[in-house]
């Protein structure tokens, strides 16, 4: 069976998925990314000494807003009521990588695996803007969804390689 796009209509235009017909169902997605700071920004995040202040704290403000806001920076994403969000992290001193993982959970009609991406980035993004003052040497990478539950299509694992 070949799976078509379904955000185009059939003059190729540009359109919002019809959810109107689906039922509600419980739905929850995983993202996770990276980003390699090197051992003096993670010496300075570890000990609470960046002078913006508390990077993993606001990063993990940030990326809930993300969430909240993903429709309105992903065109095609529909405004969900969004009801549970956490943003955790996973420190590896040894090569100074910040690992972020955002879980998004709601009942609707249509996932929230956008939502989790987007945290997953506002966060890293934030890491970025709050370290670059110590060192830009900063890679952002390995952003992706780890699982999703719920809907039409069930569940989705991502085999990590």
Known sequence: MEKGFTHFDGNGNAVMVDVSGKDATFRTAVAAGSIHVGPEIMAAVKGGNVKKGDVLGVARVAGIMGVKRTSDLVPMCHPLPVQKCAVDYELDEEKSVIRVFCTVKTEGKTGVEMEALTGVQVTLLTIYDMCKAI??????????????????????RFDEI
Do not use: A, N, P, R
């Open 135 to 156: 060192d830009k040497h900063m890679v952002m990478s390995d952003i992706h969804l780890i699982e999703k539950t719920g809907g039409k299509s069930g569940t989705f």
